[in-house]
């Protein structure tokens, strides 16, 4: 399994550490081909609309392209990425979750915390402590109904997921607990072992299925 992180801004490289601490093979994405060769994606934190800037239109519609099909995993900025709803201000999301989420709800720099929330699903049971560094973050203000919270500070959803998607507020790569990284690379498993599933049985696996989506796209077109 081979997991990459987006290196275009941000703090890309404790996410590096904490997966490669994990066990997982870790690939640094600074180029739109590298989604052609991983199983899961990270996206850091950073600053969302820098992100949008470095990515360029063909960047974009090739990430909202592989989250629609691979795990990918956001924090912070990257949380904000995957929403469908960008508030404060509205802003392009990849509409991997269906989630309205508010930039910098917490505050600016200075504000910055750390808290203890807690964490509602997890390898370990259920309602376990977990401590969540909070840098300029998001807030969700709303989901949808298919999306499952994982995690919440007070009475605020902090972490979620949807399909093969996952997102946190947070910053889960500055703290000691390895289990929401751990809970990502448990999705990524899956996600792999479904698709090695389906070219046994004759049906595409999750390449297949991208490179089909790309070529009928390019005939449209």
Request: with cysteine.
């Amino acid at each position: 399994m081979k997991i990459g992180v987006l290196a275009l801004q941000g703090d890309f490289a404790a996410h590096h550490r904490r997966l490669e601490e994990l066990g997982a093979e870790v690939v640094l994405v600074k180029k739109p081909e590298q989604l052609d060769e991983i199983d899961g994606l990270v996206i850091p934190g950073g600053e969302s609309g820098t992100f949008l800037k470095l990515l360029g239109a063909a960047g974009f519609e090739k990430l909202k392209e592989f989250v629609r099909l691979k795990p990918t995993f956001g924090t912070c900025a990257g949380a904000i990425l995957l929403a469908s709803e960008v508030e404060n201000p509205k802003q392009q999301g990849l509409g991997a979750i269906d989630m309205r989420i508010r930039r910098n709800a917490y505050g600016r720099q200075i504000d910055s915390s750390i808290r203890e929330g807690k964490l509602l699903s997890d390898l370990d049971g259920s309602g376990s402590p977990l401590e969540m560094v909070f840098i300029r973050a998001p807030k969700i203000e709303h989901v949808g109904k298919g999306v499952e919270i994982i995690a919440m500070e007070g009475s605020d959803p902090v972490a979620v997921r949807q399909g093969r998607a996952m997102a946190a507020t947070f910053h889960p790569e500055l703290s000691d607990d390895t289990r929401v990284h751990r809970a990502f690379l448990n999705m990524a498993r899956e996600a792999l072992v479904d698709g090695t599933r389906g070219v046994f049985r004759g049906g595409p696996s999750l390449s297949d299925e991208l490179i089909r989506r790309r070529r009928e796209e390019k005939d449209r077109s």
